[in-house]
């Protein structure tokens, strides 16, 4: 399994990438056995880009930074993904996430935006699953836990699930939801 064992990322350059994939700053570590597709563009000027080992980037993808990749990570082609953004072992990704953290084996292989979000493991977002991440009067985002609205000082939230939460296709996310598998709730954001 490519997340099994210790890695080890290594600093690459430029001139040790493979043909077609695009650059831009200089903080880039790639672990063991990872692929990288032509026409992958890497933006690490904002912070580093850390691809563990055996992961697998399909072409026309942004990956931009600061981003860590967790062992065995899929990024499907057209991919968007944006700093501050940290994906655990055997994810599979596509579509647009920004300044997100996702738990191990979490599924969003298809299009649609996950923002400022929280997901945790074995996660399934069904196919052009979206969230909000930015209330429409731009003020400071409650969420609600299970013990009613809890300001959270923030402007962007967008939505926090739990292990093993699963959507449907074309599910619709408001600003701050929270979705728990476990107790079979979901609060929305207030």
Sequence with gaps: APWAGPSRPERRSPGRLPAGVWLLGDDLWLADHVSLAPGVVIDARKGPVILDRGCDIAAHTLLEGPLYLGHGCRVKAGARLYGESSFGIGNRLAGEIGES????????????????AVLGSWVNLGALTTCSDLKNNYGDVKVDLGDGPQATGQRFVGLLAGDH??????????????????????????
């Design 101 to 116: 953290t996702f738990g191990d084996f979490t599924n969003k292989q298809h299009e649609g935006f996950i923002g400022h």
């Design 165 to 190: 939460v699963k959507t449907a296709i074309g599910t619709l996310f408001n600003t701050g939801t929270c979705v728990d598998r476990k107790e079979r709730r979901v609060g929305k954001e207030c």
